[in-house]
């Protein structure tokens, strides 16, 4: 991680009401983007993230998720969420090339749906009409109480996307290989919403989301 720091004399006045300027005119003229919103996803720095509560809506971009019309057994592959329904969304950095794993453990054992999605050359827009690139792992595997679910071949996950229902599908997903730098989206679901909160533990995967090198000054300009 590098800081760069800069210091413009008797310029610093006018650096920060333009950057001011520009910021408000940027969320005056569309939606602030919440937790529930794609572009306002919660950055996860560390191995385990407790989420006390869940969401009920789906923020102020509800659409960013591609519902399949039909039967839902039929969605894999492709976009197996039915919509975002009760959403959270979290944004993961690689730091070294490995295998993804995590395990979202409901607080109730609820019914938790979930997708990840991978950003690197993408952007949030992309999700809806290039599901079948972007999207790298989904569950939809829906009976409550359903207990922990996430990526694990280990836990018996041999699929990247699981449908609705019970026959065919599995409450697990299986092993995901991701590269240094790559940027990930999660989106987690609670399709009960009860309001129960769960955590998301990545201590199973080889590849690290923490960036454990601390920050060092680059270059001083004065």
């Known amino acids: 991680m590098k800081i760069v720091l800069l210091v413009v ?18 969320f005056s003229c569309a ?25 009920s809506g789906s923020g102020h971009y509800p659409n960013e998720i591609y519902n399949r019309p039909g039967d839902c057994t ?61 999207q790298k792992s989904c569950n939809a595997y829906g009976y409550s109480p359903n207990g922990l679910t996430g990526i ?24 995901l290989y991701v590269t240094e730098g790559s940027v990930y989206v999660l989106v987690v679901e609670d399709w009960i919403g009860t309001g129960d909160g769960f955590t998301i533990n990545f201590g199973a995967s080889t590849a690290r989301i923490s960036d454990e090198n601390p920050p060092q000054l680059d270059t001083v300009f004065t």
Request: proline letters at 3%.
């Open 9 to 26: 004399r008797n310029s610093l006045f006018f650096i920060f009401h333009f950057a001011f300027f520009v910021l408000h005119f940027s």
């Open 31 to 55: 939606q602030v983007p919440t937790v529930q919103d794609c572009l306002g996803a919660i950055p996860i720095c560390q191995e385990a993230y407790i989420e006390y509560d869940t969401y």
């Open 74 to 134: 039929q969605d894999c592959p492709g976009s197996c969420l039915d919509g975002e329904i009760n959403s959270v969304w979290y944004v993961i950095t690689v730091q070294n090339d490995g295998i993804l794993r995590f395990a979202i453990d409901p607080g109730n054992n609820d019914d938790f749906d979930w997708a990840l999605y991978d950003l690197t050359n993408h952007s949030c827009s992309d999700i809806y009409t290039d599901y079948l690139i972007v």
């Open 152 to 175: 694990s071949s280990e836990n018996g996950g041999t699929s990247d996307c699981n449908h609705c229902g019970s026959s065919g599908t599995k409450i697990w997903n299986s092993d």
